[in-house]
């Protein structure tokens, strides 16, 4: 495996997604760190840079095997990003030899393990069901908004709807508008889901600061909790997101994610992008 951190011309990084979820990775842990909003709404330009639903960026740890931080491609803070950490600690877990990796988050520290069939899992912890911190205005179960929606915590806030048919959402006019509304103080994340069965659900996501993805990790956790605290299923869920299938389990020291990763491939930001955008 080509270490990122190799000394040459221009900025390594990985282009890697988990079902669609798709990130570019960028390995800090050794010499200067470049990474900048500038940066990140450059490089999450389809057009002219690389582009991603998130920009993730290694960090060295001194109590776990490394640090993750998460950038929208507006240029800000995603705060979590479950399929992101799901896609950087198998990317480790490989380059350390290991079937399990600890890192440091903005929620905490987190844990990751490759199953006997693949598939990487990664606790997320315990979701955040107070408004203060989630942060939401109101109750977070009960919130003054039409369509009856919760709000949960992963490390960044979301607000799930239940639907007859996420399918027929709109879900490009109603995201932003939620994203916004002055409950999120911090704006939100949004998604529609729809019970297809016992423990089974069909869910689609607005990110916050990305707009419409194919998957969205944290956002599979939060509404796996929503519905199982209102009553539609039981702890342990599928979830079909757009870009394939999560199973989700709420246990009692975190809500384990559990789905495939890909590593699509590795590149170089050349140092005239870099220049152009102050990096």
Known sequence: MTDMR???????FLKMHGL????????????????????????????????????AVIRPATETDF?????????????ACG??????????????????VSLT????????????????????????LDAAAIPVVGDP???????????????????IYFVEDAEAVDVAGLGPVIEHDPLFPERTNVEFASRLGPDHLRMRVWE??????????????????AAHLKGLTGRQVIVDVDGGRL???????GVWMTGPTALVFEGRLTPAFLAAVGA
């Open 83 to 100: 399929n992101a950490t799901r896609c950087v600690s198998d990317w480790m877990m490989r380059a350390l030899g290991r079937d399990a």
């Open 208 to 225: 916050r600061g990305a707009g419409i993805t194919l998957a969205c990790g944290s956002g599979t956790c939060a509404t796996a909790v």
């Open 6 to 12: 190799t000394p040459s011309a221009g900025l390594p």
């Open 105 to 128: 988050t903005a929620r905490g520290t987190l844990f990751a393990r490759r199953r006997a069939d693949g598939l990487v899992s990664v606790n997320m912890g315990a979701p955040i």
């Open 247 to 253: 199973e989700i389990d709420w246990r009692e020291d």
């Open 20 to 55: 669609g979820n798709d990130f570019v990775v960028i390995d800090a842990r050794t010499g200067d760190d470049p990474v900048t909003p500038a940066l990140a709404r450059a490089l999450g330009d389809r057009h002219r840079g690389v582009g991603f639903d998130q920009l």
């Open 141 to 159: 179960m009960a919130l003054p908004l039409a369509g009856d929606p919760v709000a949960v915590g992963m490390g960044n806030p979301h607000c």
């Open 67 to 79: 640090t993750l931080e998460f950038w929208n491609s507006d240029g800000s803070i995603a705060g």
